[in-house]
């Protein structure tokens, strides 16, 4: 899960953000290249949606034919990234499916023919947007999929659109028919329906969305008349060509910033070809008069897996090794488990080890169990692995021996029992004869390139190739000093201008000085202790450079049973502002910030709900809500809204903080088995209210074994 939302885009070794910045104005063609980046890194599925029938891209993003959505929904976990350019219309979509019967996703709209008021120049204005869909009914042979919709519905709602629309396949046609309202609705073929529950739903209001954008323009809602839209595509014989024919509900005579288009029809074709597996170039003629091109790339994130060339696991009936120090060195090399100590109380061997490589915990003890079993004399009657992180004690699973070595060495099928195999999270107490305590101290240090990148803004792209180097020293099992810094290689951040005031303290909006100033900054410089204050009690400390922005002490207890679908926190801490230079001077501001937080798995879809109230780096208070769905894969997608007593203008554009946001595990997509994550975020607004602090560890996220997931599913992990 992805905690706290950084201001700035980052690619980096193991925590990966790309997010938007200010507002409007930089370029469609360098957007599509700043945001494509990190996704055409993710590998390529084998069984692609490009050139498959109904699973095409409309021009706004999500499932539909050109102009028109319809009733179809993408695969569950599909990512899809596009870009339309239908004059004036540059359009970046991202759109996400993270159940199989909800689309969702953000767009941003660069209007070529219309400059953005507060900049003077060539520089286009850019909406942003966000579109759902939902679909209601599924297709069967005799009844259509049914879908509602809303577009552009949390944004400046220039666009803003809602519909109701269904789909039938037959044979190689897929058939779609719809009604709209707003946007979708403007040729208004049809009064309003509802007009008979109220007037107001005679007309649409045009005063909605706020006049600086971000607000829920629910006023609007299935309101004034409708039009009516739908089309079909049909599969060539040819596989990678789909063809496609439709009406639009729009007649253009009541485009965004006053750009009304001719239109010489409704009726729009269009084509789509694949160019492989998940990348589709699009094109057609819409309003009888324009062309469009655009391009499509999908990700299975669901299904994102590569094979492993781990080294295999140890031969069960290897010699033993001359001392336990080489033992836990095995451990760590081969079934991935650092080892903090082993001992042996009568015929129980006990080893407390933090998990370091594989993510299921299964196949780190089935590695062990062999390298174990190597080792221990024929007294030993069970292995205990007692999993910790950092110093906490978070759960322990007991492995009988005989039992694990007749399945490790029989045929498949006597493997299915899981004989003598149970977790727990009641926590046995180490006593007995320690065979290998390892030495509290350790040092580890890393080097790699960093990518930060702030784009969304009126000074358009900007971005700062750096050289970053981390180091950790841990004083003992529950503390340790972290820090990072950082060289600038190349940037072009000389074209930083900032335009728009907040009427809050400038807590964020600072962002472009922090990457500007200086070309090398210490990012982080922080030391934490935790500890384990019951047995469902943990707690964390620490103090210093607690991330570019701020400096500070700060602290946090976290409730959380062993596999419970809840768990509830509370953090709080004293900051002060950095200077922008990213040394030790500080700024003339300072605040506390903290906040209540419960974790909720709400056994729906798998859908994590995190819901935060407290008080915010700039003062303001409120609330935040954050859900997210982790897929078998180990990728978890999500978003996230704050709203705080901050009023609409003193947040400026955007009227309150939202995102979307990516937690890919490297598992997913490198050949070597890892436990790191890289987190890619969407934020389109970078403002002052509802900003948090960026903490470089959260108790949940270190607790995460306290919950058992998939232990049992991941059962056959035990003998790879």
Known sequence: MMSDKKPFGQLQASRSKLQGSRGQGVKGSLLLAACSLPLL???????????????????????????NPTARMAPEGTMSASFSWTEPYRRFNLIFQPLDWLEGGFRFVEIENREFLATEGDTSFLDKGFDMKLRLLEETRHWPEVSLGFRDLAGTTLFGAEYLVAGKRWHDFDFSLGVGWGYLGNAADIDSPLGFLSEEFDERPTDVGGSRGGEFALEALFRGPMAF????????????????????????????????????????????????????????????????????????????????????????????????????????????????RISRDKDDLRVEAEPVTFRALTQSEGRAGRILHAQADEEVESFHYRWENRGMDLREAVHEREAFVVAATSAEQARDHRHGIYTHGRLSDPDGEV????????????????????????????????????????????GWLFGEAAWTVVDNLDNFDFVEGSGLPRVRTFIADYLSESSVGIQTLQYTRTGKLGDNWYAMGYGGLLEMMYTGVGGEILYREFNSPVAIGLEANQVYQREFDQGFGLRDYDNWTGHLTSYIETGVEDVLAKVSVGRYLAGDVGGTLDLSREFDSGVRIGAWATWTDAGVEDFGEGGFDKGLYLSIPYDAIFTRSSRERADIAWRPLTRDGGARLNRQYELYDLTRERQLGDYWQDYDKTWE
Request: negative net charge; glycine residues 12%.
């Open 229 to 340: 839209f739908g089309g079909v595509e049909y599969q060539t014989p040819w596989d990678p060509l789909v063809l496609q024919l439709e009406l639009e509900g729009n007649d253009y005579s009541n485009e965004p910033r006053d750009t009304e288009q001719d239109q010489d029809s409704r009726f729009n074709l269009g084509a789509r070809l694949a160019l492989s597996d998940n990348f589709e170039l699009r094109g057609g003629w819409q309003r009888g008069n324009t062309a469009m091109a655009g391009l499509v790339y999908n990700v299975d994130l669901a299904g994102l897996s590569q094979v492993k060339r781990d080294p295999p696991p140890a031969p069960i009936d290897a010699p033993p090794r001359e001392n336990w120090a080489e033992v836990a060195e095995a451990l760590e090399q081969n079934a991935g488990m650092r080892v903090s």
């Open 41 to 67: 890194a993710l590998p390529v599925q084998a069984d692609g949606l490009a050139g498959k029938l109904g699973q095409g891209q409309s021009d706004f993003g999500g499932v539909g034919l050109m102009q």
């Open 435 to 478: 065979l290998y305590d390892a030495s509290e101290q350790r040092f580890s240090w890393g080097v790699g390139p960093r990518l930060d990148q702030n784009f969304g803004g009126t000074d358009g792209y900007l971005f700062r190739l750096m050289a970053a180097v981390d180091a950790e020293y841990r004083t003992d099992d529950n």
